[in-house]
T-cell receptor, first 114, second 117 residues
């Protein structure tokens, strides 16, 4: 079964608009971590934001925030005031307690239009 | 601080040749991971080390793949003999010692793009 689902293969957004990238996950483990990574065209994987399953508040890092809805098992990434440099692939990932590896979704390709 | 360092950044080789990919984790990180990224399979874990010891190599595709971590600052992933289906981007990632209340974020290197002709 797919552990991480990103339903948007591609998104096109106007510069300065806010963007929400969807991510749903599947786990029976009560303790887990959720991550978002950015992969620009240059290829590197850049860590953006982390949310622990027991965190009471949604994580925020600058223009990035994570809309964590535990009951719905969703962990959407919100980018405020998008910039041209935000154009990239974005991956949602999960790590279950007791497992060391990150399980990644298939990614969403975000394109910011000027 | 230097991030995870990988070399080479690009490798083109012919089928049957041996390929060695190298990784230097972030200093002080005690866990190291090798991932492979392809269009068909996305990002998948090949192997990970904790304190230089291989813990889980269930993702290593077959005996042609081997990985070592002789010390805390160096790891290699070797493919011998290489095949065209091994063409992919190979990432190394490291993670710091988990502290109480801390996150377990993995930090990725820039990757090695391998092409096997």
């Amino acid at each position: 079964a797919q552990k991480i689902t990103q339903t948007q293969p591609g998104m096109f957004v106007q510069e300065k608009e806010a963007v929400t990238l969807d991510c749903t996950y599947d786990t029976s483990d009560p303790s887990y971590g959720l991550f978002w990574y950015k992969q620009p065209s240059s290829g590197e994987m850049i860590f953006l934001i982390y949310q622990g399953s027991y965190d009471q508040q949604n994580a925020t890092e600058g223009r990035y925030s994570l809309n964590f809805q535990k009951a719905r098992k969703s962990a959407n990434l919100v980018i405020s005031a998008s910039q041209l440099g935000d154009s990239a692939m974005y991956f949602c990932a999960m790590r279950e307690v007791g497992a060391q590896k990150l399980v990644f979704g298939q990614g969403t390709r975000l394109t910011i239009n000027p | 601080d230097a991030g995870v360092i990988q070399s080479p950044r690009h490798e083109v080789t012919e089928m049957g040749q041996e390929v060695t990919l190298r990784c230097k984790p972030i200093s002080g990180h005690n866990s190291l991971f090798w991932y492979r990224q392809t269009m068909m399979r996305g990002l998948e874990l090949l192997i990970y080390f904790n304190n230089n010891v291989p813990i889980d190599d269930s993702g290593m595709p077959e005996d042609r793949f081997s990985a070592k971590m002789p010390n805390a600052s160096f790891s290699t992933l070797k493919i011998q003999p290489s095949e065209p289906r091994d063409s992919a981007v190979y990432f190394c990632a490291s993670r710091p010692t988990r502290l109480a209340g801390g996150t377990d974020t993995q930090y990725f290197g820039p990757g090695t793009r391998l092409t096997v002709l």
